[in-house]
């Protein structure tokens, strides 16, 4: 009881002096961590977590028992998401009567989880960051029967206010689903194998017909010259490429080059 009135006469006494700022709260800034002490041996771990889950969402809850008669000792220990739910809580409920009894309510600076059993049986530190009491997600019957969360579009917070609606929509959208790949199998359930091993055979026909056609229509054309290598290309004469060979036919040089040959005789003659 003293350690209550004194939390509270230090809250009152920051009040009084209009402290902004800096508070002895800062002290405990590192832990989200709270103890909760004179809880009534009635309350369960639930009840707890519900009476403090108004200042914030709790993630673990050690409520020691006694070992060998397996009652609850009447204190806990208590882990919020947020630190800054820590503060509320000592501030509101320390001192707080419950079923007759007045809760203490206090940070904890250096909290030390329980140890567990390990494979030798000896007692050992835990390896992992206890979250016992963390929210689990609700999913609705279909989501949870589905293994594909792409399919469900994942699971739906339970505090979401369109929780329902979003659930509604999810099984009208599966129920579409599944009525449509219901008629598209009622389609063909009166063929028989050899009609389905020809349907099946017209369809890869139809879709390699698709992929030449296309791949058709993806070629360039193109015109060789006769006598040369040089090949102009019809689409895109930006980037048309021509090469060049000299003929070894003499025949062919007359030809190819004859014309300034002739020119540059008849200058000459004149």
């Excluded at 809580?89 to 989880?113: M, P």
């Excluded at 030798?120 to 979250?131: A, I």
């Excluded at 296309?214 to 290309?233: N, Q, R």
């Excluded at 490429?241 to 200058?267: C, F, K, S, W, Y």
């Amino acid at each position: 009881m003293n350690v209550v009135k004194e939390i509270n006469k230090i809250n009152q006494l920051e009040l009084d002096l209009g402290v902004s700022g800096a508070s002895w709260h800062d002290e405990y800034k590192d832990s989200a961590y709270i103890f909760v002490g004179g809880i009534p041996f009635d309350l369960t771990e639930g009840d707890v977590i519900t009476i403090f889950s108004q200042y914030g969402e709790v993630m673990d809850l050690n409520m020691p028992r006694d070992k060998e008669t397996g009652k609850r000792r009447g204190f806990a220990f208590l882990m919020y998401e947020d630190q800054r739910s820590t503060v509320l809580a000592v501030d509101n409920l320390n001192g707080a009567t419950v079923l007759e009894k007045t809760l203490r309510v206090d940070h904890v600076k250096d909290y030390k989880q329980p140890k567990i059993k390990g494979e030798d049986g000896e007692w050992v530190e835990p390896d992992e960051q206890s979250l016992n009491a963390k929210p689990q997600l609700v999913m609705d019957d279909d989501d949870a029967a589905s293994d594909s969360s792409a399919s469900t579009g994942g699971s739906i917070d339970p505090e979401d206010p369109m929780r329902d609606y979003l659930i509604a929509q999810r099984k009208e959208a599966k129920a579409l689903k599944k009525d449509k790949k219901s008629k598209s199998k009622g389609k063909h359930k009166d063929e028989t194998p050899e009609e389905r091993r020809a349907r099946k055979a017209r369809k890869a026909e139809k879709k390699s017909r698709k992929a030449a056609k296309k791949a058709s229509e993806g070629a360039v054309p193109h015109v060789e010259i006769p006598g040369t290598t040089t090949t102009l290309d019809l689409v895109r004469p930006a980037l048309m490429v021509a090469t060049l060979e000299m003929p070894t036919d003499p025949r062919q040089v007359g030809e190819v080059g004859g014309g300034t040959d002739r020119a540059n005789a008849r200058d000459e003659t004149n």
